[in-house]
């Protein structure tokens, strides 16, 4: 591998690419920019820089092994114009470099950097050149670990083109699917209540709603939803399947264990429409057996409402670039769900039901 001066990395960066320096060592990241976590700006702003403190255990910002292993992926070369000062980092001007330029032919060549053993010995466990879902049901008490080590890959599940197509969804299908379901809903409901404005209309102590208390309804279906995605995150794609069930394991990864494994990847961020609508039908099926099916109308526009948001929501946290306060915490609150406590932080568009059920991530 060659070694890097200043000069040449000022070169890079003006030239456009997103190079940073870690532990001398030179990471070229352009390729990986637009999937971090933290966001694209964040590299942007330190290209060229050394992220060393920034990725310690004693940063604000630090990372884990996880991350680590994934920075080494794009190694570049070594950087050797820092020296150990009382503790502290110093540029000098090295006998190797002359006019900027390293000459690698006296520098003692580096291999190339290897993955720590704890994510050698977890890449191990599966072939990522075939369909992870014959895999992953075979990898018993190590599978719990395994999922929750991110992984920069793309990751196939089916070896059924047909199968795999419909199990990945761009983001811009959510609202395509769901908003005409939205207005039918709406539309029925408000047919439903101008003709019979009863909650309970066998009752002598029925309650009349008429379209008039639709948004009120609308409201209670919007926030029940926050309550849904919660009970769904933690309680069903958290629950921790029985390691000696290949089928149990199998569905906890189709679910969501595959979302944690490659966090990164676009196409597996939102709910594909075929689970949604089966989820969908679920849930209205459960307001449909306590509450008339005008009311069910107008609970269920507003649970899809929550539902569109929520996706989109949990899309633009790992890929967009968050200008408010509000997406800007929530964004970083919803990284070290997947970096650093993964078994907290269960809400995602919001953080309403983490402080009731104690699931909130501290913020240090």
Known sequence: MRVFSDLEIS???????????????????????????????????????????????????????????ILKKYYLGHYQNYKEQNGLRH???????????????????????????????LEKLVDWDKPMLEQVGHLGERYFEWVH????????????????????????????????????????????LSENPCLFPDSQYGIEFKPIHMPLIFLLGLISWTFDEYIIHRWMFHLRPPSNSPLLVTVHFLLHGQHHKTPLDKKRL???????????????????????????????????????IYDLTHYFLHHGRPTLPYFQSLKKYHVKHHFENQQLGFGISSKLWDYPFGTLIPEC
Not at 166 to 181: A, D, K, L, R
Not at 277 to 290: E, H, K, N, Q, R
């Open 11 to 69: 070169e890079l960066v003006k030239q456009g690419q997103v190079v940073v320096i870690n532990d001398d060592k030179v990471y070229d990241v352009t390729d990986f920019a637009e999937r971090h976590p933290g966001g694209k700006s964040y590299l942007l702003d330190h290209a060229g820089a050394d992220v060393t403190n920034i990725m310690s255990a004693e940063s604000p910002h630090q990372h884990t092994p996880a991350a680590t292993a």
């Open 91 to 121: 540029r000098e001007i090295n006998s190797n470099v002359k006019n900027g330029i390293v000459q690698n032919g006296n520098h003692q060549q580096e291999e190339p950097q290897k993955p720590t053993d704890q994510y050698s010995d």
């Open 149 to 192: 080590y991110p992984e920069d890959k793309h990751i196939r599940l089916f070896h059924s083109d047909f199968y795999e197509y419909f199990s990945q969804c761009p983001w811009y299908i959510v609202p395509i699917y769901w908003v005409p379901w939205l207005f039918i809903f709406l539309y029925k409901s408000y047919s439903l």
């Open 270 to 308: 939102v709910f594909p429409p075929v689970p949604a609508t089966i989820l969908g039908i679920t849930l209205y099926s459960i307001y449909a057996t306590v509450i008339p099916h005008a009311i069910t109308m107008s609970l269920a526009a507003g649970t899809v409402t929550g539902y569109i």
